[in-house]
């Protein structure tokens, strides 16, 4: 079954002059294109209590269709350069020793990172507090003198890890969830944090069999029974982000990784202002990115969140990624159809867990061609599920790839794109500044620049990536050609240097390339990104 965290009630039609069209609700909304009658594209959608339902249309090419709907419900926010570097992260990258064993093995291998995410860092229990750390327990926002670390715990100079990293030229990124974790039942700063939500009526509501409103509690098997602030709310989210402040001012983070935003479930939930939940709930994810942008922002820093969940409304709101996936080729060849798709509807920042998150390991020929296509994305990152710590490790560093493969290759093959993206930094950093100016998506499907030429119909998984690059990912294994369309004008291969007509071309792959095309009058300013 297909699925998305990513649910948006907007669509292309491309064909004759171009049209694409919105359905303005949060609701639930269904679509039925040419699955029953093929002629026939039906759009089934719940109504509030006046049945009432708007439908906005947008008439032109898809840039211009895009450009309306951006006008609407918000455009891309313009983020740092150093969003494009390489990310990094494990869920078994849980201590201090742990993060810079790993920073130092980019490091020594010659590998460059821009930025690391940690997951499991905090004491798992209030989101806010480093695990190990010793404080005193306490209602409302804690500051940094408030803790105490110990030289033997898992933390035990965060904000001197945080410095060093810096230092370093990478940034740093923290995990949330927007719970109150209530299993087992909390002590400490949990039952706290827990009992002020309650009193300062912050939190989702829902309805009790007697017809009373309670606090809401998390109904999926994710931190089951958790409470759930509603970020949709300014106090509410005020109150929620004022606890991670001292993070981001005093501890120096750089950004939030907010995961976990689709666990409002339920028509029967309240929110604060009034919204039932099956009005209110698609739009919490876009609060809670919105949130957490808006602390960073009032600390000086550039409101970077990674988020996967979100609805119509996040694409002001930070960057995301795809959501947890196995390590498999379908899940990367369906992963890119998520990228174009988000993109198409005005995701900037998007990317996903190259080579897959879960499950066993990928092996070298899908984590190398994952890792060629993610250094065409937006945002080019790894990471993996938690294993327990069982050995053999299931990190997603190229250096375990390597030893458990036994494939020498990995490491220098790997090490040859990570230099590639860095030298593609400024290309994708003016590229996204050009996207947010013109509404033309900084990765895009083909029929964005070419919607009259029906071949492009034929190669969903090609795309520009700016102006002048035209990316044709290898996702299949075993292939050393593949076959590419070049639609109308003149292209270069950007790793050959060759001219190369428009049309079909088939194009020998060697695990080291992916077929790459540069438009001919980008070439000479291109060149020195593919042979430096």
């Not at 313009?78 to 869920?91: C, I, K, M, T």
């Not at 020594?108 to 997951?119: L, R």
């Not at 050959?496 to 001919?520: F, S």
């Amino acid at each position: 079954e297909r699925k998305t965290y990513l649910p948006m009630p907007f669509a292309h039609v491309v064909g004759g002059t171009g049209w694409g069209f919105h359905v303005r609700t949060s609701r639930r909304v269904w679509f039925d294109i040419g699955e029953t009658t093929p002629d026939r594209l039906w759009i089934e959608a719940e109504t509030g209590p006046d049945g009432h339902l708007d439908i906005a249309r947008y008439d032109g090419t898809p840039t211009e269709v895009l450009d309306q709907f951006l006008a609407e419900v918000g455009r891309p926010q313009e983020l740092p350069d150093w969003v494009f570097r390489l990310w990094a992260s494990g869920n078994e990258w849980n201590t201090q020793t742990e993060i810079m064993r790993q920073v130092d093995a980019h490091r020594d291998h010659d590998i460059p990172v821009g930025s690391v995410v940690i997951e499991a860092w905090s004491d798992e229990s209030t989101f806010t507090v480093w695990r190990d750390a010793q404080y005193v327990p306490a209602a409302g926002a804690h500051k940094a003198a408030d803790f105490t670390f110990s030289e033997h715990g898992a933390w035990p100079d965060p904000k001197g890890m945080i410095d060093e990293l810096h230092d370093r030229g990478i940034r740093l990124h923290l995990w949330q969830i927007p719970l109150i974790k209530m299993r087992p039942h909390p002590a400490g700063q949990a039952a706290i944090d827990a009992a002020e939500a309650i009193a300062e009526k912050v939190l989702i509501q829902e309805v009790a069999p007697d017809g009373s409103l309670r606090p809401y509690r998390n109904r999926g098997w994710w931190f089951p029974l958790g409470l759930m602030p509603d970020l949709t709310d300014e106090r509410a989210a005020k109150w929620w982000t004022e606890r991670r402040r001292y993070l981001v001012e005093e501890f120096g983070v750089d950004g939030f990784k907010t995961d976990g935003g689709e666990h409002a479930w339920g028509r029967d939930l309240r929110y604060l202002n009034g919204m039932h939940g099956d009005e209110g709930n698609s739009l919490f994810p876009v609060h809670y990115a919105k949130a957490f942008g808006e602390l960073l922002q009032s600390a000086g820093k550039a409101p970077v969140t990674f988020s996967r969940a979100g609805f119509t409304g996040s694409q002001a709101h930070g960057a995301f990624w795809a959501g947890d996936e196995n390590s498999t080729w379908q899940a990367f060849r369906w992963s890119m159809y998520a990228g174009l798709s988000a993109a198409s509807s005005g995701i900037l920042y998007w990317g996903w867990d190259f080579a897959g998150f879960s499950g066993e390991i990928p092996d070298a020929e899908l984590y190398l061609r994952s890792a060629a296509a993610a250094t065409f994305v937006p945002i080019m990152q790894y990471h993996s599920e938690f294993n327990h710590h069982r050995t053999p490790s299931r990190d997603r560093t190229p250096w375990n790839i390597a030893d458990r493969y036994d494939d020498e290759r990995v490491i220098p093959v790997f090490r040859r794109f990570a230099h590639l993206r860095e030298r593609l930094v400024p290309y994708l950093a003016d590229a996204a500044r050009t996207a947010i100016a013109s509404s033309t998506p900084l990765m895009r499907p083909l029929y964005f620049d070419h919607p009259a030429d029906a071949r492009v119909w034929e190669f969903p998984l090609q795309w520009m990536l700016g102006p002048d690059l035209l990316v044709a990912p290898v996702l299949e294994p075993g292939a050393t050609s593949w076959q590419v369309y070049l639609p109308e004008g003149d292209w270069i291969d950007a790793f050959t240097g060759v001219a190369t007509p428009a049309g079909l071309v088939t194009r020998e792959t060697a695990i080291d390339e992916i077929p790459v095309y540069v438009r001919a009058q980008a070439w000479d300013s291109m060149r020195a990104v593919f042979a430096p």
